[in-house]
C-alpha cells in the first residue's frame, strides 16, 4: 500500500481520536469524567441489539447522503444541495407510497424508491443545467434550491397533504411500500434499509472505479481542460453528475421514509442530514467504502450522545464538537499528515 | 575550479560565492555539496538540464530555501537568508520566467508596487509624481526603454520583461538573476535584451543568466557553470569552450545539437484548411482567413511569437473551439466544427502546447493517462467497462517503447518530471491502437524539456515524418521550426505573414516577419 492510501485511513482515524482528547478536557471542564462519557457513548451506539438497530437506523441515509455529496466531488462538483434532493425525492416518493395500495410489495417499494430518486435527480439537475449552459455556480443555486424545496414541502404537508391535527404531516404509506423489518427490538424495527445503502455503496464503487463513464466523471472532476481535449462533454458530464448525485440524496429520503416509522412525511424530514452527507463525503474521502465507515461513525456518535444526556447528564452538544473538529481536521489534513509524520520521525530516533 | 582552489579563493573578489550547498527533499539530493562563484561584474551562465537543481540553487541564493548544509557569501560577507526579503536587503535581485506584474496598473504603478514612495500626513499617499520621476531616472539610466504611463496589459512582452528588470533596480538590486529570460521573446527582443544586459554590466551589475540555449551562453556571458544531476560539472570561461563541449558536460555523454533529416517528397493532401476565421475567449478575432495544407510526410512548421493566434488555430482544428468561417477537412472529409472525439477518429490527433493543462490528468496513473480519448474504444473498453488487463498491456507497451522514465505505470501524471510527462502525451498520439493517426498536430512539442528529451522527441517526430504521417508543428522556438520543417508559415496577428522554406531565409528574416512584416518586404530588404 503506498503512502496516499495509508494516509487515506490514517487521517480520520487519527482526527477522530484527537477529537475525543479535546471534548474530553471540556467534558472535564464541565465537571464530568470523559472516561465514563464515552463509555457510556459507546454503551448507548453499540452497547444491545436495541441500541445498534438505532444505530444503524441512523447510519442508513446518512450512507446515502454521503454518498452523494462524495460522488459529486469526484467528478469536480460540490452538491451542497443533497438536503433538498432528499426533501424532494422523499416527497414524491411518498406520494407515491401512499396512493400504491393493493400492489404487491415487490412493486409498490422499487416504485416508490424509483420515484424518489427521479425527484431528486430532477431537482439537482435544475442546478446541473444551470451550471453547464450558464456557469452559475452549484453552491449558490443548490442552497436557493434547498430553500424552495422546504418551503414546497413545508407547503404540501400543511396544505394538499395535511392530515390529522398537531405536527404537519402526510398520511401513512400504504402497507405494500413498507420496507421489510429484519429485527424488531421493543418499539425499534430495523428494515432492510441498510442493505440497500451498503449494496448502493458498493454499485458507486464499481460505477466509479471500472466503467468508463466513471473514467469520464472523475477527469471532469480532476481536469476539466484534459479531458475536454480527450473528446468528453464536460456539459454532458456535470448534468449527469449532479442528477446521479441528486438520484442519491432522493433516494436517502425515500428509503429513509419507507423504512422508518412513522412512515410519513413531516415537514423536518431532512434533519440536516442532507448537509451530513457532506461532513460524511470528507470524513470518507469520497470513497464509497469510507462513506460507510464514516456514516457508522457519525450515527454512532449521535445515538450514543443521547445515552450520554440520559444517563450522564452530558449535554449531547459534546458530539457536535467532536463532529465539528473531526470536520476541522479531515479538511485541513496537513495538520494532521505533519503530525503523523512528526510522531513516526521521533519514533525513528528514538528507537 | 579544483578544490583546493576552493578553499583559498578570495571571497572579496565574489559577487556570490556559494560553498558546499547540499539541499535535500524527501526523496532526492537537488544539490549535492554545489560550488558556485560568480566575480563581480560579469555575465555568469547557469545551465544544466531540467531536474539538475539550477533552480533550487537559485531558490536558495533568493533565501525561499534554506541550505541544508554550506554557506553563502555575498561580496565577500557571510548571510543567512530567512527569506527572499533578506535576499532582497543584500542586493539580489530575480527576474522570474513568468513575470508578476500586475496587469491593470501602469508600468511605473507596477514598479514601485510594495514601496511606493509616500507622502501626506502619515504617510498616507502614494506620491505617484515621484515614483513616475524615479521610474523615468532608472529606464534612462539603463537604457530599459518603457512607456511609463501605459497599463501592462498593452505592451508586448519584451517591454514587461524590462519592466520586471526596472523593477529589481528600483529596490537597489546588484545581483540580477533572469530565470530562462529569452523563452518568450522574438530574436529581435533578444537582442535588445543582451545589449540591456551588457549596459548593465557596464554599470558594475552581476548578472546570473539560467538558461538551456546554448548559443545565447556562447553570445552574452562571460563565464559558464554546467551543472548536472545536483551535482556542478564544469566552471568554465566561455572564451575557452563551445557548445558541444557544453551540451555533453549538461547531459553526460554526446549528443546530437541537430537533428538530421533525411530529403523526402511529400504525398497527397491530407489536411486542408480554407478561409479559417477563429475567435478567442474574449471573443476578438484571432485567426483571420487563414488557408493551408498539410501533405503525407511532410512536417508544415508554424513560426510565431506566442499569442498570434497558434493557439487558437489548432484548437480549432482540433474541435476544441469554434471555426467561426471556414472549412478544415481531412482527405476530403469534413472536420468543421466536429467534435474533437469524432475529429480523433478521423485520424487527426493533437500534442497539445500545454501538457498539464490538456495533455494529462495529473492525479491519474500513467495507464488512465495513456487511454485518454481512447477509452471509449476496443480493446480499452468493453460494454461500458474498462478492460484493466489490456489498458495495463497497452501502458507498459508505451511506456517500454518511447522510453518513460521510472518504468512504472502506477505513478501519477503529474508525479513524472516535464519530459517524461511530453514521453507519456506523444505516445498516446503517435499509438496506433486504435486508429493509426494520419495528421498530427503538434504544438511546443518540447518547451521546457532538456537536452536529452528534446533529442528523442525531434527523433520520434521525423520517424512519423517518414512513415507518411502529415505533421502540423507549432513551435516558438526557430531552431527546432527550422531543423523539423519543409515548410515553414510565419504568423503575425492571426494571419499567414508568408510560407517560405527553412534554408531560404535566415533566422532574422524570419524574426522579422514574426515581427509583421511581409515576406515582400524582408526580400526586398536583403536587396
Given at each position: 500500500m503506498d503512502r496516499s492510501k495509508i494516509y487515506a485511513l490514517l487521517v480520520p482515524i487519527v482526527s477522530v481520536i484527537i477529537a475525543l482528547l479535546i471534548a474530553s478536557i471540556v467534558i472535564i471542564i464541565i465537571g464530568k469524567n470523559p472516561l465514563t462519557a464515552y463509555r457510556i457513548m459507546l454503551e448507548g451506539a453499540f452497547g444491545g441489539a436495541e441500541q445498534l438497530a438505532n444505530t444503524i437506523i441512523k447510519m442508513t441515509p446518512l450512507i446515502l447522503t454521503g454518498l452523494a455529496v462524495g460522488f459529486g466531488f469526484r467528478a469536480g462538483?460540490?452538491?451542497?444541495g443533497a438536503e433538498g434532493q432528499m426533501t424532494i425525492g422523499a416527497l414524491m416518493g411518498a406520494i407515491v407510497a401512499m396512493n400504491i395500495?393493493?400492489?404487491?410489495s415487490v412493486i409498490a417499494i422499487p416504485l416508490s424508491i424509483i420515484v424518489g430518486m427521479l425527484a431528486g435527480a430532477f431537482w439537482a439537475s435544475i442546478a446541473g443545467f444551470l451550471k453547464a449552459?450558464?456557469?452559475?455556480?452549484e453552491v449558490i443555486s443548490t442552497i436557493m434550491l434547498n430553500w424552495i424545496a422546504a418551503n414546497f414541502a413545508s407547503f404540501m404537508v400543511t396544505g394538499p397533504l395535511a392530515v390529522g391535527s398537531g405536527t404537519p404531516k402526510s398520511p401513512e404509506i400504504a402497507e405494500a411500500a413498507k420496507l421489510p423489518v429484519v429485527l424488531k427490538v421493543q418499539a425499534t424495527e430495523l428494515s432492510i434499509g441498510i442493505f440497500i445503502a451498503v449494496i448502493v455503496a458498493v454499485v458507486m464503487y464499481v460505477f466509479i472505479e471500472k466503467t468508463t463513464t466513471g473514467y469520464e466523471l472523475k477527469g471532469v472532476g480532476f481536469n476539466p481542460y484534459a479531458a475536454e481535449y480527450g473528446g468528453i462533454s464536460i456539459r454532458k458530464s456535470i448534468i449527469m453528475t449532479m442528477a446521479i448525485s441528486g438520484a442519491l440524496a432522493g433516494m436517502a429520503g425515500i428509503v429513509d421514509l419507507l423504512g422508518v416509522p412513522p412512515h410519513r412525511f413531516v415537514g423536518e424530514l431532512t434533519g440536516g442530514r442532507g448537509f451530513d452527507g457532506i461532513t460524511i463525503a470528507l470524513i470518507g474521502r469520497n470513497n464509497p467504502i469510507g462513506i460507510i465507515f464514516a456514516a457508522l461513525l457519525i450515527a454512532a456518535l449521535r445515538t450514543g450522545s443521547n445515552a450520554m444526556q440520559i444517563r450522564a447528564q452530558i449535554p449531547n452538544d459534546i458530539v457536535s464538537i467532536i463532529q465539528g473538529i473531526v470536520i476541522f481536521l479531515v479538511a485541513a489534513e496537513r495538520i494532521v499528515t505533519t503530525l503523523i509524520y512528526l510522531k513516526g520521525r521521533k519514533g525513528v530516533t528514538t528507537a | 575550479m579544483d578544490a583546493t582552489n576552493v578553499k583559498n579563493l578570495d571571497l572579496s573578489g565574489m559577487a556570490v560565492a556559494m560553498k558546499g550547498i547540499t539541499k535535500r527533499f524527501p526523496s532526492v539530493i537537488a544539490n549535492d555539496n554545489i560550488d558556485f562563484f560568480v566575480k563581480k561584474g560579469e555575465i555568469h551562465a547557469l545551465v544544466g538540464e531540467n531536474g539538475a537543481g539550477k533552480s533550487t540553487l537559485m531558490n536558495q541564493l533568493y533565501g525561499l530555501y534554506t541550505p541544508d548544509e554550506g554557506e553563502i557569501y555575498i561580496n565577500g560577507e557571510r548571510f543567512i537568508f530567512k527569506g527572499p526579503r533578506d535576499a532582497i536587503d543584500a542586493g539580489i535581485g530575480m527576474v522570474h520566467q513568468h513575470f508578476m506584474l500586475v496587469d491593470n496598473q501602469t508600468v511605473s504603478e507596477n514598479v514601485v508596487l510594495g514601496s511606493e514612495p509616500r507622502r501626506g500626513p502619515f504617510n498616507l499617499f502614494i506620491d505617484s509624481g515621484k515614483s513616475r520621476k524615479s521610474v523615468l531616472e532608472l529606464s534612462k539610466k539603463y537604457g530599459?526603454?518603457?512607456?511609463?504611463?501605459?497599463?501592462i496589459e498593452d505592451i508586448p512582452v519584451g517591454m514587461q520583461q524590462r519592466v520586471e528588470i526596472l523593477k529589481i533596480l528600483y529596490r537597489g538590486a546588484n545581483i540580477l538573476i533572469f530565470d530562462e529570460p529569452t523563452a518568450v521573446l522574438t530574436p529581435q527582443e533578444t537582442g535588445e535584451l543582451f545589449k540591456i544586459l551588457r549596459v548593465l554590466k557596464e554599470n558594475g551589475k552581476t548578472i546570473i543568466f539560467i538558461t538551456h540555449k546554448l548559443n545565447e551562453v556562447m553570445a552574452i556571458t562571460d563565464r559558464v557553470t554546467v551543472m548536472r544531476l545536483g551535482k556542478v560539472t564544469g566552471q568554465v570561461d566561455t572564451k575557452d569552450t563551445n557548445p558541444r563541449q557544453l551540451a555533453n558536460m549538461m547531459v553526460g555523454r554526446e549528443v546530437l545539437l541537430r537533428v538530421e533529416k533525411e530529403a523526402r517528397k511529400p504525398g497527397k493532401t491530407l489536411l486542408e484548411v480554407k478561409n479559417l476565421h477563429v475567435k478567442d475567449n474574449r471573443k476578438l478575432d484571432t485567426v483571420k482567413n487563414v488557408s493551408f495544407s498539410v501533405r503525407e510526410g511532410e512536417i508544415l512548421g508554424i513560426a510565431g511569437v506566442a499569442g498570434n493566434g497558434q493557439t487558437e488555430l489548432i484548437e480549432a482544428i482540433t474541435g476544441l473551439r469554434k471555426a467561426e468561417s471556414g472549412s478544415i477537412t481531412l482527405m476530403g472529409k469534413d472536420l468543421t466544427n466536429k467534435s474533437a472525439l469524432d475529429i480523433r477518429e478521423s485520424g487527426l490527433t493533437h500534442i497539445p502546447e500545454d501538457r498539464l493543462k490538456r495533455g494529462l490528468i495529473s492525479q491519474y496513473p500513467v495507464y488512465y493517462n495513456l487511454i485518454l480519448g481512447k477509452h471509449n474504444d476496443k480493446p480499452f473498453a468493453s460494454e461500458g467497462f474498462i478492460d484493466m488487463k489490456e489498458v495495463k498491456k497497452f501502458a507498459r507497451y508505451i511506456v517500454d517503447t518511447f522510453d518513460v522514465r521510472p518504468k512504472d505505470i502506477e505513478i501519477l501524471g503529474g508525479n513524472l518530471s516535464g519530459g517524461n510527462q511530453q514521453k507519456v502525451v506523444v505516445g498516446r498520439e503517435l499509438s496506433t491502437i486504435p486508429i493509426e493517426p494520419k495528421v498530427v498536430a503538434i504544438s511546443q512539442p518540447t518547451r521546457g524539456l532538456d537536452i536529452g528529451a528534446i533529442e528523442f522527441i525531434h527523433k520520434t517526430i521525423l520517424n512519423m515524418r517518414a512513415k507518411g504521417i502529415g505533421i502540423l508543428l507549432v513551435s516558438m522556438e526557430l531552431d527546432e521550426i527550422f531543423s523539423l520543417s519543409d515548410r515553414i508559415l510565419v504568423f503575425y496577428e492571426g494571419k499567414i505573414m508568408g510560407e517560405v522554406l527553412p534554408d531560404e531565409v535566415n533566422r532574422e528574416e524570419i524574426g522579422l516577419m514574426m515581427a509583421g512584416h511581409s515576406k515582400a518586404e524582408v526580400v526586398k530588404e536583403r536587396g
Open positions: 462538483v460540490f452538491n451542497i395500495g393493493g400492489v404487491p449552459f450558464t456557469g452559475a455556480h | 530599459l526603454s518603457v512607456d511609463v504611463d501605459a497599463m
